[in-house]
């Protein structure tokens, strides 16, 4: 397990803040429909290195699920309306997409849970995207966090105006985890991502086909009590 100097670790974060600002203008181009940013993910072997054991307390609150669409001003529903059978048919299946299973794992304050947290994330992105259901996106997005908020601000623009984003297939590799600033509180874990094709549907323009696509990506988390493993950002290497 590799220690970070706080020196290093501001330099990271003032990188990771040009990233997360890039990132940003990518996917609210992907919401617009006039371009997109490749996604992805695979499930991840984690070290059984000991970390302090802790679970999330019964009474913390329990993200709910929810289908409730962003709403559909009258232009929008006119256009989801106008929508051929096989295009409604799509959409349909994109907004019935399954939730990715949260592993238990995630609910611990553990090296194995901190693994667990940062790749249930990740694979929530297709689902949001798919769905607009950011329920438990937002549950574990710290207020920090400007990835966690252009992911949720895309998924709301896009499905708002009718459209969605075809959900895709993830594959993940978990590369490395280190403490940062030797607090156990406190990881950041890197994956190596591939992506499958999907298309974004956007009203009144012909679906964006994005193809197959292969990132680095490293997530920033903490444990917090009462609330369990919260995102501070996810950047790309």
């Keep these: 397990m590799v220690h970070t100097h706080p020196n290093c670790r501001t330099t990271a974060r003032r990188t990771a803040l040009v990233v997360r600002r890039l990132t940003a203008s990518c996917l609210i181009l992907v919401a617009a429909g006039t371009a997109a940013c490749s996604m992805s993910h695979s499930r991840a072997g984690a070290s059984s290195s000991a970390a302090p054991t802790a679970s999330v307390p019964a009474s913390a609150p329990t993200p709910a699920v929810s289908r409730t669409s962003p709403p559909l001003s009258s232009e929008a529903a006119d256009a989801v309306a106008a929508l051929s059978p096989q295009e409604r048919a799509l959409r349909e299946t994109s907004l019935a997409t399954p939730a990715p299973q949260r592993p238990a794992e995630a609910d611990q304050h553990t090296v194995n849970g901190a693994v667990a947290a940062a790749e249930?994330?990740?694979?929530l992105r297709p689902y949001v995207y798919a769905t607009a259901d950011l329920t438990a996106w937002q549950a574990m997005s710290d207020d920090s966090c400007a990835y966690c908020d252009t992911v949720s601000y895309g998924a709301t623009a896009l499905h708002s105006t009718g459209g969605w984003i075809d959900p895709w297939e993830q594959q993940i590799g978990f590369s490395s985890l280190r403490t940062?600033?030797?607090d156990p509180n406190f990881y950041t874990a890197a994956f190596?991502?591939?992506s499958g094709e999907y298309l974004i549907h956007s009203m009144g323009q012909k679906p964006t086909?994005?193809?197959t696509a292969q990132e680095s990506l490293l997530v920033f988390l903490h444990w917090e009590d009462g609330a369990g493993w919260r995102i501070n950002d996810v950047t790309t290497l």
């Design 120 to 123: 249930y994330f990740i694979a």
């Design 180 to 182: 940062e600033t030797n």
């Design 192 to 194: 190596d991502v591939t």
């Design 209 to 211: 086909a994005i193809g």
